[in-house]
């Protein structure tokens, strides 16, 4: 049976899995509040979902997040750490300051959501902490290594807070979704074609970088499905720890048991790397 009018906070729900799961929690009964950087991406919200400003690099807006829900509600009985970004490149030749955009986004700034809504929940000896994760947090592929490493991170860290918030009553979930309908590809592909200039070590396989930003959406599950079977498993009395949901996601543990010397060339083959050494010698 699930818990009626649970308070239920969710970072990044402009577009996407947010959207989706504020909208799909709402339908099912429960108390959501969708934030976003910029409230006006909220629109289109049903009425009834509580639409908040929250920019999960801001321990300001985090601050003030958390503040307003619990004055408003009184509690947060689950919070949804779905904000993130990616990036697509090499990592030789990926400007830092992109990659600590990604991390700061996709693992610090999830790890603040909690420490901020973590003392209320611990009193309470209640609580869920929803952590998304990827695919490719699993089997890292190139040209997403920074995206790939910062979801590994977040599954760690998962699994790091299951241990330490259990003994408070506080679950935690890790959800590792696979090709889901969104639009990362268009927000993180490689900006000015960088990768195709003669600087680049990389120029030859330029084309399968820009093409890798748009792989996730190729044949994607829609967002709306992933909502629909994802929810059950958030709001049932025993949460699982771990959830794994999305297509491609069924080729996952094939991918985990392949050696790595064996899954590296079958993913230098498919991103063009084999013959990359001869090529960036010309």
Do not use: W
Not at 110 to 129: E, H
């Amino acid at each position: 049976m699930t818990p009626p009018n649970r308070v239920i906070l969710i970072t990044g729900c402009s577009s996407g899995i947010g959207r989706a799961l504020a909208l799909e929690l709402h339908r099912r009964g429960q108390r959501v509040i969708a934030s976003a950087r910029r409230i006006d991406s909220l629109t289109g919200l049903e009425r009834g979902v509580t639409r908040i400003t929250l920019d999960v690099n801001s321990a300001e807006s985090i601050a003030d997040a958390t503040a307003e829900v619990l004055e408003r509600e009184g509690r947060i009985d689950m919070l949804i750490n779905n904000a993130g970004v990616a990036n697509f490149g090499p990592l030789a030749e990926l400007p830092l300051a992109e990659v600590r955009h990604v991390f700061e986004t996709n693992v610090v700034g999830p790890l603040a959501l909690t420490q901020a809504v973590f003392p209320q929940m611990a009193t309470r000896n209640s609580g869920i902490i929803v952590n998304i994760g990827s695919m490719v947090g699993v089997i890292g592929t190139p040209f997403t290594g920074a995206y790939s490493a910062s979801k590994a991170a977040v599954h760690m860290m998962s699994d790091v807070l299951r241990m330490e918030l259990r003994p408070l009553g506080i679950h935690v979930i890790q959800v590792q979704p696979g090709a889901i309908r969104s639009e990362v590809a268009s927000k993180s592909a490689p900006r000015n074609n960088r990768y195709a200039s003669p600087q680049s070590f990389f120029r030859a396989v330029a084309d399968q970088i820009e093409q890798r930003a748009s792989l996730s959406q190729d044949q994607p599950m829609p967002a709306e499905e992933f909502a629909r079977r994802l929810c059950p498993k958030l709001l049932c009395a025993r949460p699982p720890a771990r959830v794994r949901l999305g297509n491609g996601i069924a080729f996952l543990p094939i991918l985990e048991r392949l050696p790595k010397d064996t899954l590296g060339a079958i993913f230098s083959k498919r991103f063009g790397l084999s013959g990359l050494g001869k090529t960036s010698q010309q």
